[in-house]
């Protein structure tokens, strides 16, 4: 039989983190899962949840009373005025991002994203059959989104989607309120959507994250965001989107076909650590640690002349280490050192000497993981043969 | 913007659903969610998950303890052989049928279903792109699959899956054994893939459910079964496939490229389920009230004339009201009689003037369920004017 999606994972970081399993004791810098866990009081909203008898379906758009706590928290978190009607529940953010995908560009359309980008966009747009146009993240502007509004007609296609992501994974990339504000004047003028994935809205390490819907209103933006980030949750899987009922009704349809709906338990567990404020106890501690392991990082980086995309919130550092075959690079440091890194080739092509790892670890854990680094590092670019 | 996927919902029931909604005790017989809930000692299994902190992503195939433990559910109820790697866990049976649709039949592909159906299979098709042909349940054989494939070639098409559902939604029909040989070897002789939906395996009136893989092995059939309607649980939304180790890795980037994967708490709580086999206490009750409800409903059609399909397993009696129009005597029979009903106009063309009734109700409430039927038929056949 013919299958029209290949049966293997086509990621480096797949590669690797399968490689890593055979291994013991690998540090494991791969992923950007926080170090922390959501507290153990949280185990009392599923028995809460379950005495309750929510073990039915939920509607199509998710639960009623848990969407009403979302719009609350979009409004004072995020300045994004919306009615229940424009919010959906999903499967974690991700279904969200593939809903949005398959609905406005499931036939062959364009969805522009940064470069670097989170491998997960790619992916998901081949699955669901759009196509992807990369623009530098700090080049986002009304002028090259034209130029890559022309260079997509003259393939013949059409651009249907701009991907904004920011904090960013890999660099920790953020807009700025200018840009911001161009983007949304180039999707008015040309009929497009923004879709703001904002998983690491917490994780913004100066300022206060800034939402493009609070400038920019629901008419051109759909924008995602997930309870697994920010409560260290992701197997909670549940994620959420606002933006033009009739994008989100159509998202709810997406469901329907996908999975009916989101599980009923997790989403009243996800409506109780909103309404309990959960994340003011995680959120603060992690971003201590994010940013204590962002200067180890930086002192690592600085002493060896590597380069390093500074980042402005997210869970990642993405470095450069001048000559290495990141993809090489990084089979021969889990091999040798026992470190598994997400080799920047998954990032895009431009991205071939460059590496990603979190900073979601413990301090001793990830300066234990850059010590290795630094020291594959040095035998590569001598060239001394080893193993 | 154009949207690809229609914002609204194209089901008569779901126009009497959000009906009903409007009113005031309606008696809700459109729906087949089972009367009966898990009993309270699951509760323990979500605080044992999470005092365990399976709160993190699970693999893409799905935990593998759990798959342990429904590789032996597998063996032991179903007689199918597998291992650990041909079995995914997903969210619900929706997510698998909807993953085998996308790989197998998503360029146009065609999917025979059988006549009548369940109204989310032409769904999903349509939303993955694949399309529908429909036979009669009753007429699968290998001439009836051979005939199909012919004008399916005819229109240019290419034949890629057979559903088979049984007990069926909305009939309650189940395949015999030497019908199930023909569609093994048809799907054999022409590379063909049998989806396998067994959804309703445990409610099945006489006999022993067999399932069409421990006849025709894993080579051409994926089996796709949910926690959901055996454990009268829906809403935790955790189902599962069998099938060849390609399609099931397949299915997996599929998983990955939609939502990732299952929530993990969700596939814990699974897999106590299936261990401490909650199943025998739940299933047993349910099964004696289903066959009540559908002695009940079998004397109103009887008295009244109507036709029944009768069902051998499921939780829907499907019945012919004649002269009726399935769509208007439904929104009559809700606006005058306060009774929900699922028009049989969903299941298929040839169905206008059947109705689809869950049995998985209380005895009381379904016999005041069919005496408002009853009424507004006479009424409705007399073309005595009201309201």
Chains 1, 2 share one sequence.
């Not at 490689?19 to 028995?47: M, T, Y």
């Not at 983007?183 to 690491?200: G, P």
């Not at 994780?203 to 209103?217: D, E, L, N, Q």
């Not at 995309?309 to 001048?322: M, T, V």
Request: hydrophobic share 40%; aromatic share 10%.
């Amino acid at each position: 039989m013919r299958l029209l999606v290949e049966p293997k994972f086509d990621l480096y970081v797949d590669v690797i983190t399968d490689e890593a399993k055979k291994c013991k004791d690998v540090i494991q810098l791969q992923w950007g899962e926080l170090a922390s866990v959501p507290p153990d009081r949280v185990k009392n909203f599923f028995v809460e949840a379950f005495e309750r008898r929510l073990t039915r379906y939920t509607l199509p758009h998710g639960d009623l009373e848990l969407r009403r706590v979302l719009r609350k928290k979009l409004a004072d978190k995020n300045g994004i005025r919306a009615d229940v009607d424009n919010i959906i529940v999903t499967i974690g953010g991700t279904a969200a991002i593939n809903f949005v995908f398959r609905i406005l560009a499931g036939d062959g359309g364009y969805i522009v994203i940064q470069d670097p980008s989170w491998f997960g966009y790619p992916g998901i747009a081949r699955y669901v059959g759009a196509r992807i146009y990369r623009i530098p993240e700090n080049e986002y502007s009304y002028e090259s989104l034209e130029n890559a509004k022309k260079e997509i007609e003259k393939k013949g296609g059409t651009l249907r989607i701009i991907v904004m992501n920011y904090p960013s994974n890999p660099t920790g990339h953020v807009f700025d309120v200018s840009t911001m504000k161009e983007v949304v004047e180039f999707a008015r003028d040309h009929d497009v959507l923004i879709l703001s994935d904002e998983a690491y809205e917490d994780y913004v390490f100066a300022g206060k994250h800034i939402s493009i819907a609070s400038i920019g209103g629901l008419d051109n933006i759909v924008s995602v965001f997930t309870i697994s980030k920010t409560y260290s949750f992701t197997g909670l899987r549940i994620g959420y989107a606002v933006g033009p009922k009739e994008i989100i009704d159509a998202m709810a349809l997406a469901q329907v076909h996908t999975y009916i709906s989101p599980p009923s338990i997790n989403q009243y567990v996800a409506r109780r650590l909103l309404e309990e404020n959960i994340a003011k106890e995680i959120v603060k501690e992690n971003i201590k640690l994010l940013k204590e392991n962002l200067r180890i990082v930086k002192e690592f980086t600085e002493k060896n002349g590597w380069e390093i995309s500074e980042p402005k919130g997210g869970i990642y550092a993405f470095i450069r280490l001048p000559g290495i075959d990141s993809v090489e690079f990084s089979l021969k440091l889990l091999r040798y050192e026992k470190v598994a890194v997400a080799p920047g080739a998954d990032f895009g092509d431009c991205w071939k000497d460059w590496l990603r790892i979190t900073i979601a670890k413990s301090k001793s854990e990830l300066l234990e993981g850059l010590r290795r680094i630094e020291k594959q590092y040095n035998l590569t670019t001598c060239t001394k043969p080893r193993g």
